[in-house]
């Protein structure tokens, strides 16, 4: 079965926890702290693999974590970071953030994509010791993960995209110009899933071309199979429109031409801005008026046209050179920039889930949600700087920690992020 979207969970690993221990030696009296860090969490990782044709495998596996990271150990042993998990999905696969549709990726090169971060380990009790706190019996969690819900939208990486009601020709067209063996049947919807074809114009050129199911009027709405596979089209750099000009299925040529270009437009408006060579198939079954007609709505609309019988190759020559040369003059196959995922910003007065410990006057305090935002914090940038402490006073963090009983000069610990309160 061809999927060609799915939606899924991924985990990255926790951070392993620093380790509360003290230096044993005989004859040593007072070794000191010497708690091991615990190991960072293994990341999540996509990779595009060109051995994968379709996201079917994503229907029955929805929930991907990565390992966590150990523990630290005494004697400074710290914990083994965790493994990162690979994730393997076909190329031009984009993933998206579920909730807000944001791009993350765009899985159309070799160049792996960390899409969840592993937590940091926390740091093991020796990291504590001061002059005046000598013996700290206190170690640092590990942070957590990050975790997402991701939407997974296959999208061919295709050249040129064959466009065209059912039944007009395309997969015979791709089958005589390339070496791709699309079924070829003499009915509605033979092609039920996208068909790559490389066609070679020779030593060192060649270009793909996709055959995407039949549009039907109304497919734009979900009706038919186009609805499903016009994503498919959104990366082509050009279209060939393939036009039954003799009307052999009863439907006139020019309301086809128009209604495909139509759904076009009711899908997205960028795709019918897209430049179109059309071919006109079965000539060999249409009258000289027919012909003529057609030609002349097509040439009036400022459009290249070349007539063809897909079956025996006739005029398909002449078209694919005219594809290729139209390609040289178009920029490459496009690619999805990543854009930012809007973060959960805490709401003054809402019910914010954090922690707040103290321990030998270390406030530490913790929560999943901050530390994404932590993340993305540059601490050396001004303004960066104040929108934290901002999510901190918004969040009721800076109350929580004056009803703790904090003081000027206290040391307050955010995951791997320490600073001292100034009120």
């Known amino acids: 079965m061809f999927v060609d979207i799915a939606k899924i969970k991924i985990k990255a690993g926790d951070g392993g926890d620093g380790a509360v221990a003290f230096h044993r030696e005989k004859y ?44 630290g150990r ?6 083994k970071k965790g493994e990162d998990l690979v994730i393997r999905v076909p190329r031009g696969t984009v993933i998206r953030e579920a909730e807000s ?3 993350m990726a765009d899985l159309s090169s070799d160049e792996p994509f960390v899409a969840a971060r592993g937590g ?14 000598q013996t700290p019996r206190f170690a640092k969690s590990g942070a957590p993960g990050e975790a997402w819900e991701v939407t997974l939208e296959l999208k061919l990486i295709a050249d040129v995209g064959l466009l065209g009601f059912p039944n007009v020709g395309k997969s015979s067209l791709l089958s005589v110009v390339s ?6 049947g003499d009915y509605h919807f033979t092609t039920l899933t996208p068909v790559l074809g490389v066609v070679r114009m020779g030593e060192g050129q060649s270009f793909v071309m996709a055959d995407i199911p039949g549009l039907i009027e109304g497919a734009a709405d979900g009706v038919g199979l186009g609805h499903d596979f016009l994503r498919h089209v959104e990366r082509c750099r050009m279209l060939v429109h393939l036009v039954d000009v003799a009307g052999s299925e009863g439907r006139d040529p ?26 006109g198939n079965k000539i060999d079954l249409a009258e000289d008026a ?8 097509i040439e009036k609309q400022g459009l290249s046209y070349f007539e063809i019988v897909a079956p025996i ?3 398909t020559k002449e078209l694919i050179d005219a594809v290729a040369a139209k390609l040289a003059s178009l920029p490459p196959v496009r690619q999805y920039a990543p854009e930012p995922v809007p973060l959960q910003v805490p709401q003054k007065g809402a019910k914010n889930n954090f922690t707040v410990t103290v321990r030998d006057g270390v406030y530490i305090v913790e929560a999943d949600w901050l530390y994404k935002i932590l993340l993305r914090t540059d601490m050396d940038d001004y303004e960066s700087l104040q929108y934290f402490q901002t999510v901190l006073q918004t969040s009721g963090i800076l109350d929580a920690l004056v009803s703790q009983g904090i003081q000027e000069g206290d040391t307050v610990s955010i995951y791997d992020f320490e600073f001292d309160y100034v009120p």
């Open 120 to 133: 940091k380990g926390g740091f093991g009790n020796r990291h504590f010791a001061t002059p005046t706190r």
């Open 313 to 315: 190759r006739h005029g």
């Open 101 to 103: 549709g944001a791009v």
């Open 74 to 79: 005494g004697a400074r042993c710290n914990g």
């Open 254 to 279: 020019v309301e086809d031409f128009e209604k495909i270009n139509a759904e076009l437009r009711n899908f997205n408006a960028q795709l019918a801005e897209l430049p179109q060579i059309v071919a």
């Open 290 to 297: 027919q012909r003529e007609r057609f030609r002349a709505y």
């Open 179 to 184: 070496e791709a063996k699309p079924a070829v």
């Open 28 to 71: 040593v009296a007072a070794g000191g702290p010497d708690g091991g860090d615990g190991g960072r969490g293994g990341n999540v990782v996509f990779v595009a693999d060109d051995s994968l044709s379709t996201l079917a495998d994503f229907r029955y596996k929805r929930k991907y974590t990565a390992q966590n990271g150990q523990n």
